[in-house]
């Protein structure tokens, strides 16, 4: 049993490039997040997906577009990176929209040069 | 609108010493409240949570946390510090009833334990 797997687990791009971040879970889980942790900032919320075929933004989502691909998928895109993006990068998951324990994969530890 | 403190970026235990690391959190609505621990190059790990009923809450590994609503504190203590406890803790708080869009995260507590 997985859980929730991310993928790459390390990435470095150039300013200007372009990258999804890709993460499934297997738990049957209704609910999806990205996050971002920053060093002494927390976690904070980028875009979430309280169910399939939606989405809404977090707390950060400037720079990002995301994508419910089915119940199990849920990808994070980086259009054009910036510095500002290197980061790392935690998707979760959780069972429903109301319920409060989340899931989280093992990260993206992403470097925009 | 939810905030959460931890005092202490970094906390230093000798091995057997009590963990005590603090949070405080405010509130508008009568909150959840969460540690998670994160060991090194790993996601987070949920290790016990408060949403309603008994206000000393016992978790994973020996830790647990009591909700004082007059100190606006969820403090996480384990009587006797080991080794493998060296990690970094958040705190975190989501309105009750709220999901896990709504979770507020500290900044985080990274926990030494010197042998």
């Known amino acids: 049993n997985a859980g929730v797997t991310q993928t790459p687990k390390f990435q470095v791009l150039k300013t200007g490039q372009s990258m999804t971040l890709q993460c499934a879970q297997d738990?049957?889980?209704?609910?999806m997040y990205w996050y971002r942790q920053d060093p002494g900032m927390g976690l904070r919320l980028i875009y979430y997906?309280?169910?399939?075929?939606?989405?809404d933004k977090g707390e950060v989502p400037n720079g990002y577009n995301v994508s419910r691909l089915n119940k199990r998928e849920f990808s994070l895109r980086l259009e054009s990176a910036a510095p500002s993006q290197t980061s790392v990068y935690f998707c979760a998951s959780s069972a429903d929209p109301g319920t409060t324990e989340a899931f989280f994969g093992q990260g993206t530890r992403l470097t925009v040069v | 609108a939810q905030s959460v403190t931890q005092l202490g970026s970094h906390v230093s235990v000798s091995e057997g010493a009590l963990v005590l690391l603090r949070c405080n959190y405010s509130?508008?609505?009568?909150?959840?409240l969460f540690w998670y621990v994160q060991y090194p190059n790993q996601g987070l790990q949920l290790l016990l949570k408060y949403t309603t009923g008994a206000t000393l809450v016992k978790g994973i590994n020996g830790f647990e946390a009591e909700f004082k609503k007059s100190e606006t504190s969820f403090h996480l203590t384990k009587p006797s510090a080991h080794m493998s406890d060296a990690a970094e803790y958040f705190c975190?708080?989501?309105?009750?009833?709220?999901?896990?869009?709504?979770?507020?995260f500290g900044k985080g507590t990274k926990l030494t334990v010197n042998p």
């Open positions: 975190a708080v989501s309105p009750s009833g709220g999901g896990s869009e709504k979770l507020v």
């Open positions: 997906s309280a169910s399939e075929g939606t989405t």
């Open positions: 509130s508008s609505v009568p909150p959840y």
């Open positions: 738990m049957n889980h209704n609910s």
